[in-house]
């Protein structure tokens, strides 16, 4: 009874901390316009699988300490120009739709630190469904072919969860190939009639042998032949930020090589789950599979 009363008055107390705590974080510098931050977001609504870039204006005494969106820490940048700090913000496809609140905290110089919450809006988007024949061994696996794919999956989330420090990535982001979009991010497919996972790229037209260029400047974080995608490369653009180039014939770079925007970095084909040559390309921000084409809306040429 002694032990219960003890763990009561400990919890009692750890809650009111907390609620003192939690009290005067949110209140510091909360006085009716005299916020030291501003947010603008663009796009000001972010449809399913789709990208914003967030800017964050502070005054000179004042340091960001932390961005959270979606119950996640947002890596930020530092624009050196503007002297405005950005951040990217993803709504994967397992995102609710509405609003969802983007906070950021921040330390003054000889001021307290603050919390300030923005309004961000996710919209629903409906996207068609798309039937393909495949030979029947790529729909239904063996034990052996499953282990294969479950553990290239393994890998690839692994490496797209991986958040480097440094930005490599620059404005504008390229097209891997000039072309027409085949298939779009986020079609229900139906693969011989069976329901699978929506597609998480864009489908590009390019014959095989057709030169893949790197989107943007990075570091290759991947290159894999994988069941499904075949031969794969991935990009690690910095900060979270990765394109991912699959169904390759070849490679034309190796693993840890540093890479140029418009660089060669393979040849279109059509290994792996393909109905013909083409290029699959994919954008995962944070480990979420976004839209490439929405990527491009945003910050491409
Ligand atoms: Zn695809």
Redesign the pocket.
């Known amino acids: 009874m002694i032990q219960i009363k003890q763990s009561f008055f400990s919890y009692t107390l750890i809650f009111f901390i907390t609620c003192l705590f939690s009290t005067w974080i949110c209140s510091m510098g909360v006085e009716a316009g005299s916020y030291p931050v501003s947010v603008s977001i663009k796009p000001d609504k972010i449809p399913l699988g789709g990208i914003a870039l967030a800017t964050i204006k502070t005054n000179d005494k004042t340091k960001l300490l932390d961005v959270k969106f979606l119950g996640e820490r947002i890596p930020y940048y530092l624009d050196p120009s503007s002297r405005n700090y950005f951040v990217l913000l993803g709504a994967g496809l397992d995102c609710k739709p509405g609003v969802h609140i983007l906070t950021v905290a921040w330390q003054g110089i000889d001021a307290p630190p603050g919390l300030y919450s923005h309004k961000v809006h996710v919209m629903a988007r409906t996207f068609p469904e798309e039937r393909l024949s495949v030979p029947e061994r790529m729909v239904e696996f063996s034990p052996k072919i499953l282990e294969r794919v479950l553990n290239d999956q393994k890998v690839v989330k692994e490496i797209c969860n991986n958040i480097s420090d440094e930005r490599y990535w620059r404005r504008p982001f390229v097209w891997p190939v000039k072309s027409k979009i085949l298939?779009q991010f986020g079609f229900r497919r139906i693969f011989n009639n069976k329901p699978r996972s929506p597609?998480?790229?864009?489908?590009l037209r390019a014959p095989e042998g057709t030169p893949v260029l790197a989107s943007n400047y990075g570091k290759v974080a991947m290159t894999r032949d994988c069941y499904l995608s075949g031969k794969t490369v991935i990009l690690d653009h910095g900060k979270g930020l990765y394109t991912l180039y699959?169904h390759l014939d070849s490679y034309k770079v190796t693993e840890g090589q540093a890479i140029k925007q418009g660089q060669v970095i393979g040849l279109a084909g059509s290994t792996g789950r393909a109905t013909g040559p083409?290029l699959?390309w994919g954008v995962s921000l944070l480990g979420k599979r976004l839209d490439p084409a929405e990527l491009m809306a945003l910050l491409g040429n």
């Open positions: 298939s597609h998480s790229g864009v489908d699959a083409h699959h």
